[in-house]
């Protein structure tokens, strides 16, 4: 859209900064810096106010290209995701795109399908077209395209999966995690607990593994190797792996699953072998995604701050190319276990404090 003056015979012309900030009482330099929503700009609320009532009485919309031009940058953010279907990825996005909005930038959103090669294509690809920096949330550990970002010098930001501990990182705290959930199941009064494991490979399902193992040995139950299979993320895997371990000669009285998608695969699993949840088996996720509450008995999980992951991560990035230089920090948050039918009987979602 274009900006037009809003009175006189100059009508159908474009209105400048300069014209704005005479309008306005201030430099033109100030009515840029609202428009860009400059953080280190230090005017009063009324003239901010007044700045912002002209900005939208004109109906004013910068001039991309120039503005690009004359700052050197594109004003364009992009996220890597590894499961475009995966409504975790999703809100993540949105949460970029709550802040990347607000100050001025554009998103792309590219989806990896887990594939290494492709996203390192995906990339080289987004530098060529100069994006600004880079959300990445489909690494995995020792990934070497965050290496190729540090030494290409492109900004980037982590989120939910790590790399390394040098880069900038957004996550939750995935031992404590799966430390909470496995407590929850033996404070139920269970002994036999099987988990469906995410990749080594992979930051979020190492740590939940680990923090799966720190419980049972905290109470005294010897790990049993039959009873951790690797189910990855997506629902189908995450029912064959179910099912497998139904078909152990002792097969489990309750599961912890590296995320919600492969949580509801074991969830069907168990309701076609005419069993009950959580009577026979007792199910928690990872994540609490929105259909974790919608399936009958609806799911108890780990609930993880996903849309506060993506704007932590964008305020981090944007810092960053601002600031012409690397971060160093990590943003870490501690998921909060909520109870539902899933494993204890008649519960709906009740908050539970660790």
Known sequence: ???????????????TLKELAARAGVHASTISRVVNNDP??????????????????????????ARSLRMRQTFVLAMLIPDI??????????????VAGERG???????????????????RSLQARRVDGVVLASVSLRDP????????????????????????????????????????LIELGHRRIAHLAGSRGVSTALHRRRGYRAALEDASIAPDPALVVESGYLEAPGRTAM???????????????????????????????????????????YNDVPLAA??????????????????????????????????????????ELIVRGSTVRGEEDVRSAD
């Open 145 to 184: 395209s965050v290496r190729w970002l540090r030494e290409q010098g492109i900004k980037h930001v982590l989120v939910n999966r790590y790399s390394t501990e040098r880069d900038p990182f957004v996550g939750a705290d995935d031992f404590a995690g799966g430390t909470m959930a496995t407590r929850h």
């Open 40 to 65: 280190v700009l230090r005017i009063s609320a009324q003239t901010r106010a007044r700045i912002e009532a002209l900005l939208e009485e004109t109906d004013y919309r910068p001039d991309v290209v």
């Open 294 to 335: 919608r399936l009958a008995p609806p799911l108890t999980t780990l609930r993880v701050p996903v849309r506060d992951f993506g704007r932590i991560s964008a305020q981090m990035l944007i810092e960053q190319i601002q600031s012409r230089r690397m971060l160093r920090r990590r943003v870490v948050l501690r998921p």
């Open 243 to 285: 099912e497998r371990l139904l078909r152990l000669p002792r097969p489990p009285t309750a599961v912890f699953a590296v995320n919600d998608m492969a949580a509801m695969g074991a969830h069907a699993a168990v309701l076609a072998h005419g069993l009950r949840i959580p009577e026979d088996v007792a199910i928690v996720g």
């Open 85 to 98: 279907t995966n409504p975790l990825f999703a809100n993540i996005f949105m949460g970029i795109e709550d």
């Open 105 to 123: 930038y554009g998103v792309i959103l590219a989806n990896t399908g887990g594939a290494a090669d492709r996203e390192h294509a995906h990339l």
């Open 1 to 15: 859209m274009t900006n037009r003056l809003s009175t006189g015979a100059a009508r159908d012309r474009p209105i």
